[in-house]
C-alpha cells in the first residue's frame, strides 16, 4: 500500500515525473488537478498546452486503485477542445465510497503526473475523522506559494480554496516576483494569468495531492465586483468581461461539466456531504449581490469604508448579499441530523468595526461595504435562521481579507448578552498582503467576539472533524517571500458539537 510519505517523496509538483515520456513541448506543464469528490466519483483535470495544438484532441485518462495502475477503477477519453482552452474535466462515476485512488492523462504521444485522489464517503456511512484545509487569496506578486508546499505534505482529505485564485492586477515594479501582462479584461487575458498561476509548482504540488472544492470571490473577475457593476463597468459592457473571467475559471478548475458557464452565468453555490459527519455549504457571494450602498462622489462601483451614521441605506432590509434565491435554498438545506454544517463563502462574517461605536464622533462604528458588514440585514437573515432552527454546529468558514479571525458569531452583535449560535474562521492569505497588524489590534478592542485577528500572518488553516469535535490550527508562514519558507502553527482552538463558540486549545 502506497503511504502519503512515499507519495510526496519526491518533492514538488510535477509528480512522478519518471512517468512522463520526452517530447519536445511539454503537453501537460500545467499539471494536474482533481475536485468536487462525490460518494462515486470526482472531477479529474488537466488542460493541454504547448504551440499547435489541433482544434480538437483525444485524451485518454484512467483512475486506478494502486499507484502502479495495475488495478484499473475506470478509463475513458475526453475531447479537449480550441473553444473551451482544450481543457478536459472528466468524471469517473462508479468507484467505491470513501476511498483514496492515483489518476493521470495521456495525449499526443504523452502521459501526465499521476495526481491522488479520494472519493467523498457514503452519504450514510460513519466518518470518525475529516481532515481538511482553507485556503484563499493567492496574489503572484505578493510572495512565493510556500504554504501549498506544505498543504501538500498535510494528511488532508479535502482543501477548501475560498476564492481569489488569481489577481487581475498588472506588474507592479518592486515586488517578490511579477505578474505578466496588464490588467485582464478578455478570454485570452483571463487563460493568459491562469496560465502563469499554475506553473508554481508548489500550487501544482497542492492540486496533485488531494481533492479541491472550490468557491470564487472578486478578484477571479476584478476586484470588489457585485453582480453586472465592476468598478468603472456596468451592464452589458461589464457583463461581457465576467463571461470571458467565469469561462476562463472554469477551464482551469474541476468544476463538473454541469457546471459549465452559460455566457455570464455559472453556478458554483452547491451541498456536499461527508457521511454522516458534515454537510458542506458552498456559497457565491457575488454573481447575485446587491451593488454596494454609499459609494464616493464619482464612483460607479466598488466598496468603501464609512461611518454607519453617514449611511442609511446600509439598514435596508431587502439588500442581499446571496441574492434571494440563494438565501432560499441555504435556508431551506441546514442539516438538522448531521452534527456539522460548514458553510464555504468568501469573507469575514462577524461583525467587525474599526471605529468606537461608542463615541459621539462616530455612533455605531464603521462599515466596510463590500463584506457582511455592508449587508447587516442579510446577515441577521442568515443568523436568526441558524437560531430559529437550531441548526448543529454551524461553522462558517472564510477568507478574502487578508487575516486571520477567529470568531463568535450572533444574530445580534450589540447584545453583549445575545447567545452565540455559530462559529468562525475566517483564515488568511496564501501570499496576499493585509492591512498595518497595529490597526487590526486597535480595532479588536471594539469587537470582543473576535477572539483572534492577526494581518501579518500567511498561510492556511487546518481543520479535523470528528463528531463531538473541531479542532483548528492556524499555519503561518515564516516568511512569505522565500519559496522554501518553514511554517509554524500559531494558535489552536476547538469548537464542541453541542455548543457554538470557539474555545482555546
Known amino acids: 500500500m502506497l503511504t502519503r510519505r512515499h507519495f510526496l517523496a519526491a518533492g514538488t509538483a510535477p509528480l512522478f515525473i519518471r512517468h512522463a515520456l520526452a517530447a519536445d513541448t511539454p503537453r501537460f506543464a500545467l499539471g494536474i488537478a482533481s475536485g468536487h469528490p462525490r460518494p462515486d466519483g470526482m472531477v479529474l483535470w488537466t488542460k493541454l498546452t504547448g504551440d499547435a495544438l489541433p482544434e480538437r484532441v483525444d485524451v485518454s485518462w484512467e483512475i486506478a486503485r494502486d499507484e502502479g495502475f495495475t488495478d484499473i477503477a475506470a478509463r475513458g477519453v475526453e475531447v479537449a477542445e480550441t473553444a473551451w482552452a482544450h481543457s478536459v474535466h472528466a468524471e469517473p462515476a462508479g468507484l467505491q465510497p470513501g476511498r483514496w485512488y492515483f489518476y493521470r492523462f495521456s495525449a499526443l504521444g504523452q502521459r501526465s503526473a499521476v495526481g491522488r485522489t479520494r472519493s467523498a464517503p457514503a452519504a450514510d456511512a460513519e466518518v ?5 484545509a482553507i485556503a484563499s487569496c493567492q496574489r503572484w506578486d505578493h510572495g512565493h506559494f510556500a504554504a501549498w508546499r506544505h498543504v501538500a505534505q498535510e494528511p488532508l482529505d479535502l482543501v477548501m480554496f475560498l476564492g481569489d485564485y488569481i489577481y487581475e492586477y498588472p506588474w507592479v515594479p518592486g515586488r517578490v516576483r511579477a505578474h505578466s501582462g496588464g490588467y485582464t479584461r478578455t478570454l485570452d487575458d483571463y487563460r ?14 497542492a492540486h496533485a495531492a488531494v481533492p479541491w472544492l472550490y468557491v470564487w470571490d472578486d478578484h477571479e473577475v476584478e476586484n470588489d465586483y457585485a453582480n453586472a457593476r465592476g468598478q468603472t463597468l456596468s451592464g452589458d459592457s461589464f457583463l461581457a468581461q465576467r463571461a470571458a473571467a467565469y469561462q476562463a475559471y472554469w477551464e482551469h478548475t474541476p468544476f463538473p461539466k454541469s457546471a459549465r458557464p452559460n455566457g455570464a452565468d455559472m453556478r458554483i453555490y452547491a451541498r456536499h456531504d461527508w457521511g454522516k459527519l458534515a454537510r458542506i455549504h458552498a456559497l457565491d457571494d457575488r454573481q447575485y449581490r446587491d451593488p454596494q450602498v454609499c459609494l464616493p462622489a464619482g464612483r460607479t462601483g466598488g466598496s468603501t469604508t464609512v461611518l454607519v451614521k453617514d449611511c442609511a441605506a446600509l439598514a435596508d432590509a431587502k439588500r442581499s448579499l446571496l441574492g434571494a434565491a440563494q438565501e432560499q435554498w441555504l435556508a431551506d438545506g441546514w442539516d438538522l441530523k448531521r452534527p456539522w454544517n460548514l458553510l464555504a463563502q468568501q469573507t469575514l462574517m462577524a461583525h467587525f468595526t474599526s471605529r468606537d461605536p461608542k463615541s459621539a464622533d462616530s455612533p455605531g462604528g464603521s462599515a466596510w461595504t463590500d463584506g457582511w458588514e455592508g449587508y447587516p440585514a442579510a446577515r441577521k437573515r442568515l443568523l436568526d435562521g441558524v437560531a430559529a432552527k437550531r441548526v448543529p454546529g454551524v461553522v462558517v468558514l472564510g477568507g478574502d481579507v ?7 458569531l450572533k444574530s445580534d452583535f450589540d447584545d ?17 498582503e493585509g492591512v498595518a497588524q497595529e490597526r487590526l489590534t486597535a480595532a479588536l478592542a471594539y469587537n470582543p467576539h473576535i477572539k483572534y485577528g492577526r494581518s501579518d500572518e500567511r498561510g492556511y488553516v487546518r481543520l479535523t472533524l470528528s463528531a463531538r469535535q473541531l479542532q483548528a490550527q492556524l499555519r503561518v508562514l515564516d516568511n ?6 518553514g511554517i509554524r502553527t500559531a494558535a489552536r482552538f476547538v469548537v464542541d458539537a453541542a455548543r457554538a463558540g470557539v474555545q482555546n486549545a
Open 416 to 432: 453583549d448578552k445575545a447567545p452565540v449560535v455559530a462559529s468562525e474562521f475566517c483564515g488568511t492569505s496564501i501570499t496576499s
Open 128 to 132: 470518525s475523522r475529516f481532515e481538511f
Open 192 to 205: 493568459a494569468r491562469y496560465a502563469q498561476y499554475k506553473s508554481d509548482p508548489a500550487l501544482q504540488a
Open 402 to 408: 487578508h487575516a486571520n479571525y477567529v470568531a463568535d
Open 480 to 485: 512569505v517571500k522565500d519559496a522554501d519558507s
